[in-house]
């Protein structure tokens, strides 16, 4: 008897397994990074290599740059464009505008902040306290300057506004006391979207259940044919 026990706590064991496989498989979640890039990456249109410092009168402009490579004070606009995957769901986005010379939190101001102030819009809402810890040390324009990355990590109040597939970019360079001449090399956008796998198999939990159920009942019946018969095996 002690036997029959064993077979059948081992036949409820598999049971539990496999309902939990079916259950892992049907709620899989994958995740996808999706990459737009804005400008072209030309080093500021030097094409130095690694971009690392340049002189912002070395800065050259070509007629398809728009905005950017444009060293200048004022608002720089440019729209990223990209197509999420249906159904998907936007987890995380990512911002990053590569700069010259933005003061905001530069050696040129030394308070903190201000007189600069760099402010960034996506689709009209705010980056609040943009740039305000970009670094750029007070040089003419004959020496050269370090380039700046600068990264947004975006909260989730604007994944609204990026989930029609574009996003209006602002960047406004006169906002504080004074004007801060600033260019654009290039931005880029990356966003993470789960996407919910579908279940290859239509197999509903209670013909796993009827299934196991079955199948413990049958080892249970076997187990015992078996004990009877023994005797007369002899
Ligand atoms: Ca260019
Ligand atoms: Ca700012
Ligand atoms: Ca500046
Ligand atoms: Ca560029």
Redesign the pocket.
């Known amino acids: 008897m002690t036997s029959i026990y064993q077979k059948a706590t081992v036949g409820a064991t598999g049971l539990t397994l496999s309902l939990f496989a079916f259950l892992g498989n049907h709620q899989q979640v994958q995740a996808t990074t999706i990459f737009d890039v804005a400008g072209d990456q030309d080093c500021f249109g030097t094409s130095i290599s690694p971009c690392d410092f340049i002189r912002s009168n070395q800065i050259i402009q070509e007629p398809d740059d728009g905005d950017f490579d444009f060293f200048r004070t004022g608002s720089f606009n440019w729209t990223h464009n990209y197509t999420l995957p249906v159904g998907s769901n936007i987890t995380g986005a990512r911002l990053t505008i590569v700069t010259l010379?933005?003061?905001d939190n530069?050696a040129?101001d030394g308070q903190g902040g201000e007189p600069?102030d760099d402010r960034l819009f996506l689709d009209g809402l705010e980056v609040l306290e943009a740039f305000d810890n970009t670094f750029?040390p007070d040089l003419d324009r004959r020496t050269p300057k370090p380039v700046n990355s600068t990264v947004f990590n975006l909260d989730a109040s604007f994944f609204s506004v990026l989930r029609d597939g574009n996003i209006d970019v602002q960047v406004v360079?006169d906002a504080g006391v004074k004007s801060?001449?600033?260019a654009i090399d290039f931005a880029t956008l990356e966003l993470t979207v789960s996407e919910t796998s579908s279940v290859p198999e239509p197999v509903s939990v209670m013909s796993i259940l009827a299934f196991g159920t079955f199948g413990v009942g049958s080892l249970l019946k076997g187990r015992l044919s078996g004990a009877q018969e023994q005797p007369n095996s002899k």
């Open positions: 010379d933005v003061e530069g040129g600069f750029t360079s801060d001449f600033i």
